[in-house]
């Protein structure tokens, strides 16, 4: 008798770690992923012959688990804490989880930032992007508003006229 109660208790714990496994290994799925904030950063700003500037847009996902898709940007853009203008648009890219892809966007700047550009004379120049970037899990998520407030330096390129990076 003391035989068949061992069997059965350890039948009992057999079916409870069984239970226990695989509720564990159900709650590991994809439910439970979640984006992380993400980043754009200014990867390069070229200022064109007609006065327009272009500026390449570093989007970056640190998210460890999911890709997301990037719908859309808008910030405002400042140099040396002076308004430089508004970066407005939809890159429309996929980036893999942990990793980034760039967009490239052309406006007009307001005459405050070209004048702190202009008085930069070929040093570097903070910058400052605020405003919110729209991105979804995976390639078809929905969009969900992300706060953008990146800041960083900008050089110019030596032995070329008009780039920053």
Same mark, same amino acid.
């Given at each position: ?14 079916? *409870? ?13 994809? *439910? ?31 998210? +460890?688990?999911? $890709? ?12 040396? $804490? #002076?308004?430089?203008?508004? /970066? ?36 570097? /120049?903070? +910058? ?8 979804? #899990?995976?390639? #078809? ?5 992300? #706060?953008?407030? $990146? ?7 030596? $032995?070329?006229?008009? /780039?920053?990076?």
């Amino acid at each position: 008798m003391p035989l068949q109660t061992a069997f059965r208790n350890l039948r009992a714990l057999a079916a *409870i770690g069984l239970l226990a496994t695989t509720l564990l290994l159900g709650a590991c799925g994809g *439910i439970g992923t979640k984006l992380q904030p993400p980043t754009a950063s200014i990867q390069q700003l070229t200022v064109n012959s007609d006065g327009t500037w272009a500026a390449v847009v570093r989007f970056q996902n640190y998210s +460890y688990d999911t $890709g997301m898709h990037v719908y859309a940007i808008d910030a405002t853009l400042s140099l040396n $804490g #002076k308004p430089a203008g508004r /970066i407005a648009f939809s890159p429309t890219l996929d980036i893999p989880a942990m990793d980034a892809d760039i967009g490239n966007v052309t406006f007009k700047p307001d005459a405050a930032g070209a004048t702190a550009l202009a008085e930069a004379k070929r040093n570097a /120049i903070q +910058y400052e992007l605020k405003g919110t970037l729209s991105v979804g #899990k995976g390639v #078809k998520g929905s969009a969900q508003s992300f #706060k953008l407030d $990146g800041k960083g330096y900008i050089s110019p390129v030596p $032995g070329v006229s008009n /780039i920053w990076r």
